[in-house]
């Protein structure tokens, strides 16, 4: 775990995070991912945990991502969190995950599991609460909020909230 990555590790890292988040660029209808630009300084930020993994050749496979603190996060909103959690948002005990990637030809080993042990045992560790957002196709294909559960199940006792939901629309209009 660091708080600040190597601008070379970041570049490594970018090319992970954009592999893994292009296919829902036409999944979901909401921007799934940051730009370049705000991964490059989600890396350089000390509030926004980075866990890394590398392989034996050194080569980094896997990346996640937790803020610290809230206001990290910038489409979230921290009064919701403050007023859902008093004691733990005034500990600064809420930590938002912001990414869990694998390199797409390491993707189906222990990566992905290993790095979100670790992330857990820090939430764990600190008494804390692991939030996080995710579009439909986390949910029912890659079945995210369930590899969180189960992870953190190995670890001790987790209760699982579902805090709110987001659906979007689309009217198709024609003439009469």
């Given at each position: 775990?660091v708080?600040k ?5 970041a570049e490594?890292?970018l090319?992970i995070?954009?592999s ?5 660029e036409?999944l979901?209808?909401?921007?799934q991912s ?12 000390e509030?926004v945990l980075k866990?890394?993994?590398?392989d034996?050749?050194r080569q980094?496979?896997?990346?996640g991502?937790?803020?610290t603190?809230l206001?990290a996060v910038?489409?979230?909103?921290p ?7 008093p004691?733990y ?6 930590y938002?995950f912001?990414?869990l ?8 080993g222990?990566w992905a ?18 939030a996080f957002?995710?579009c439909a196709?986390?949910?029912s294909?890659l079945r995210?909020p369930?590899l969180i559960?189960t992870?953190g199940?190995?670890?001790?006792r987790?209760?699982?909230?579902e805090?709110d ?5 689309a009217?198709l209009?024609?003439?009469l």
């Amino acid at each position: 775990m660091v708080q600040k990555v190597a601008p070379d590790v970041a570049e490594e890292c970018l090319s992970i995070y954009r592999s893994a988040f292009r296919p829902l660029e036409r999944l979901a209808p909401a921007r799934q991912s940051l730009t370049d630009d705000e991964f490059r300084m989600e890396m350089e930020d000390e509030r926004v945990l980075k866990f890394i993994a590398a392989d034996k050749a050194r080569q980094t496979v896997a990346l996640g991502s937790m803020a610290t603190d809230l206001s990290a996060v910038p489409w979230i909103s921290p009064a919701y969190y403050e007023a859902r959690f008093p004691e733990y948002f005034e500990r600064g005990a809420i930590y938002y995950f912001g990414s869990l990637l694998v390199r797409s030809d390491r993707q189906g080993g222990p990566w992905a599991t290993v790095l979100l042990t670790e992330m857990s045992k820090r939430v764990l560790a600190d008494g804390a609460i692991a939030a996080f957002d995710c579009c439909a196709y986390n949910v029912s294909v890659l079945r995210l909020p369930e590899l969180i559960a189960t992870v953190g199940h190995r670890l001790g006792r987790v209760e699982t909230m579902e805090l709110d939901s987001q659906q979007y629309f689309a009217y198709l209009f024609s003439t009469l």
